[in-house]
């Protein structure tokens, strides 16, 4: 039993609007949405970006004939905050509960959250109209500095500098602390003393990196968000034990990403980016932070032997022998005499020359995506995508 932990988990790191590109696949394309479960069994959720969806499919899978209960706190009302919402199949379900809490709009009034729905769910914009959301939805109007407790969970509020308002939220669970303050560019005297008082002392800070710190400085200057920079900044003077650097920019591809991340690390080691799929569990043995797989290209069983070089969770290097047991391939690009229809399946096997004896290494099914003719008579360029193989063969051991 985890009793005694609070899990975290990722289900949307991206800021301003979802992206599809294979180049932000890695740390992941949907909008912010995390996942709170404290130590009690409580469920919290923090922001309803596109991440959402993914959340509702999986607590739809394990509800098991019980009715899904849970604490969403909404940090503001930008597109990429609430554009889950209509997608959420638990608020479409009569025996599900939820707590919502958010701040009044000055350009709303009173209802904000409510409105939102409202007008999310209506013509021409969605099929359907909120009335057809038979969840029970409770809606708790807060500001800036309020405290509340929901189950042993203490919940802070605090104003961050963002255009249209935006609020920072602490939970303090049994297991440990996490602030979320996205959405928030510093410089504004107030609302960086909120902050630093609200992160204060905190296992877990999630904060605004969306863009370099050169950008900050010059042409997104005003656009509301923040840098991996003034993340480490805050982490050290509100002393918190781990920064996660969130909302990355749609424009942010996995690379600057990781450039954004071993930068900050050079600053401030317990750093890490959020991902999608990423989960934190907090009790008193400290923080564990833990990924879900994320290759995504075929996968094979076999094995190698390889040298691995690299550095350990304490900074030491470490060189050793391994075994490599599976890989993953996307495609390769063949010397063929034959033309192959484009679309048609192949068959590759590949082999190793030089020990006859065991010659087959891989057996593997392709689909042709590529074709050139070759510069060389009877040469043509053939690439392939391998594909999912219900007779992939004995591995080789
Ligand atoms: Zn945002
Ligand atoms: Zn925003």
Known sequence: MTQQAAKLVFWGVRGSTPTLE?????????????????????????????????????????????????????????????QGIPFFHPFFE????FHFYSFQSKYLGPHSLQQVFEAQLSSPYFPIDVTMMTASR????????????????????????????????????????????????PGAAECDKNLLQLAHDADVLIYDAQYSPEQLASERKGWGHSSWLEGVKIARAAKVRNLILFHHDPDS??????????????????????????????????????????????????????????HTEDGKSFEEKATVRDISLQGAYLALKSRPRLQSELRVVIEASDEPSRATVLSLRATVVHFEPGREKDQNGVGVVFIEDPDPGRPRD
């Open 22 to 82: 294979r180049d932000t696949w890695r740390y992941g394309g949907n909008t912010p949405c995390l996942e709170l479960t404290a130590p009690d069994g409580t469920s919290f959720i923090l922001d309803c970006g596109t991440g959402l969806r993914t959340l509702g499919n999986q607590l739809t899978a394990q509800q098991n004939g019980q009715g899904i209960e849970s604490h969403i706190l909404v940090t503001h009302y930008h597109w990429d905050h609430i």
């Open 138 to 185: 409770e809606f708790h109007e807060i500001s800036g500095g309020q405290i509340w407790d929901v189950n042993g969970t203490k919940i802070t509020a605090s104003h961050l500098n963002h255009p249209q308002g935006c609020l920072g939220y602490r939970l303090d669970t049994t297991g440990g602390s996490i602030v979320y303050a996205t959405d928030n560019e």
């Open 253 to 310: 591809t996995d690379k600057h990403v990781d450039g954004f991340l071993s930068a900050a690390r050079q600053e401030f080691p317990a750093t890490w980016a959020a991902s999608e799929g990423m989960s934190i569990t907090l009790s008193e043995r400290g923080v564990d932070v833990a990924m879900r797989e994320s290759r995504l290209a075929l996968r094979r069983r076999l094995r190698f032997v390889a040298t691995v070089t690299g």
């Open 94 to 97: 009569s025996q599900n509960r």
